[in-house]
């Protein structure tokens, strides 16, 4: 266990007199006296010589008030609304953990999704100067491509896709339904075979730079004042109370109280006492929810029911194609499940496909199946647009997605019996777009008790023991 340890009345700084100065007058010392010091304590010290006044500057708080683990996108929302919707500035002390910045990075693949949360969080993400500028620091830029979404669907999909487009109309969302016909006259460049019905969203949609809002998140909860640990959660400490349900049934609750944190490299660890727990772990979040007891009841209880999120491994490819579609491409979602978009201005596309459950890739690694391209992606590709038929493959990389095997969604609020744990996880691809409104809902629930901005019941932990799936389409 590691503990700060510097000598009485050390904490601040030294205050020494000044030769020849009036009795009262005194001056900062601080590196002489240090060295003066160490050497009176090593010399009175028994055994083998130590460092007392080791440097901490790495280590966690002791104490905060939250606790997040996870700095990826999700978890730097949290500690964004956190940090803008507390009583006064500096009330609330948050601390996010996070394993390895690349690491959070790798686990933040996807494109996003349509409905009434991504258009929330659009609507945060279009005012980004107003959310994320920091005073004194260059404005950031998104690199916002606003050449919107296409997805298609079939036969059996086309009423599914009307009920959506009903929803996102009723939310203020502009998309236009198209049929065959109007796709082609629109896209000429697209192959309408197999297609029943097409959404276009014609206003504020489209893509952006997620490593740009990675770091702009950070450098703004930075200036916030939210501190940040790279380490990994270890165990919890927490206590245990016995309750019964209005059906006489008798339940344990749980409450976090301490979170050990081991240092990234090292065998030691600190412990941080906390108040509340985030669970944004991204890919890792059931692990985290295992070490607070989650899941360890009787199956079909539901102190045995289990966060269902995994590691998913993923492709993403770039290729060229000098005559492809052109710079008005939007992102276009086929209904065999590929996808792809433009990439810069060069003749570059960037898509992929998510494999089907008999497809699934070994997720401990991230090497690059370039088989799958070839064979799972490149058909549908030519298929749909037949100038891809000479594109030539540039470049390619593998991450992870927080994959929800229970209905591809995300998880959002509080457990039900580890009481002070919430989630931020799951969304399997979409959490980098939903991350402001995910966000500011589990900051809601967290400081007053509910949500307000947006109704996110449907997302809650219960739903897996009641067996309440949430039905998305357009999965990419």
Not at 163 to 170: C, I
Not at 176 to 187: A, G, T, V
Not at 264 to 290: F, H, K, M, T
Not at 334 to 361: C, I, K, V
């Amino acid at each position: 266990m590691i503990r700060r340890v510097l000598p009485h009345g050390m904490g601040r700084g030294l205050l020494t007199r000044r030769p020849g100065t009036r009795r009262g007058g005194f001056s900062l010392d601080w590196d002489g006296k240090v060295s003066e010091i160490k050497k009176k304590i090593k010399s009175i010290l028994p055994g083998r010589s130590c460092d007392l006044l080791q440097d901490t500057s790495h280590l966690p708080p002791e104490h905060s008030d939250v606790v997040i683990v996870g700095g990826g996108v999700l978890g730097l929302s949290v500690a964004y609304w956190l940090k803008k919707l507390e009583s006064r500035r500096g009330a609330i002390r948050v601390l996010v953990v996070e394993r390895d910045h690349t690491q959070e990075w790798v686990s933040q693949l996807g494109e996003g999704d349509p409905g009434k949360l991504f258009l929330a969080s659009l609507r945060a993400s279009l005012c980004t100067q107003e959310y994320l500028a920091v005073v004194d620091a260059p404005p950031l830029d998104l690199r916002f491509n606003p050449s919107g979404y296409l997805l298609l669907a079939s036969e059996k999909d086309a009423a599914a896709m009307e009920s959506d487009v009903k929803v996102q109309r009723q939310e203020g969302a502009k998309v236009s339904l198209m049929s065959p016909d109007q796709l082609r006259n629109k896209f000429p460049w697209i192959n309408t075979e197999g297609v029943a019905l097409a959404s276009y969203g014609m206003e504020d949609e489209g893509w952006f730079d997620p490593w740009c809002l990675l770091q702009g998140l950070r450098r703004k909860v930075q200036s916030l004042g939210v501190l940040f640990c790279q380490g990994e959660v270890t165990r919890f400490v927490s206590s245990s109370q016995r309750m019964l349900t209005t059906d006489d049934k008798a339940v344990v609750l749980k409450r976090i109280h301490e979170v050990h944190v081991k240092m990234d490299r090292s065998l030691e660890y600190q412990p941080v006492e906390c108040a509340i727990v985030i669970n944004a772990a991204g890919a890792w979040s059931a692990q985290i929810a295992a070490l607070a007891g989650i899941g360890e009841g009787p199956p079909g209880t539901l102190q045995g029911t289990k966060l269902p999120v995994e590691p998913r491994k993923r492709y993403v490819y770039v290729w060229h194609c000098p005559q492809g579609p052109g710079l008005e491409t939007p992102l276009v979602a086929d209904t065999s499940g590929a996808y792809f978009r433009r990439e810069g201005l060069g003749s570059n596309y960037l898509g992929g496909r998510s494999p089907t459950e008999q497809e699934e890739p070994d997720p401990a690694n991230l090497e690059v199946d370039h088989d799958f391209f070839q064979d799972k992606v490149w058909p549908h590709l030519a298929l749909r647009v037949p100038a891809f038929e000479t594109l030539k493959v540039q470049s390619a990389w593998a991450g992870y997605y927080d994959y929800n095997t229970f209905d591809q969604n995300g998880v959002v609020g509080p457990h039900p019996l580890v009481v002070n744990m919430y989630f931020a996880t799951g969304f399997s691809g979409h959490g980098l777009q939903q991350a402001p409104g995910v966000g500011r809902a589990v900051a809601e629930m967290v400081l007053k008790g509910r949500f307000q901005t947006i109704d996110l019941s449907p997302f809650l932990f219960t739903r897996f023991y009641l067996g309440e799936k949430i039905q998305e389409n357009n999965i990419i």
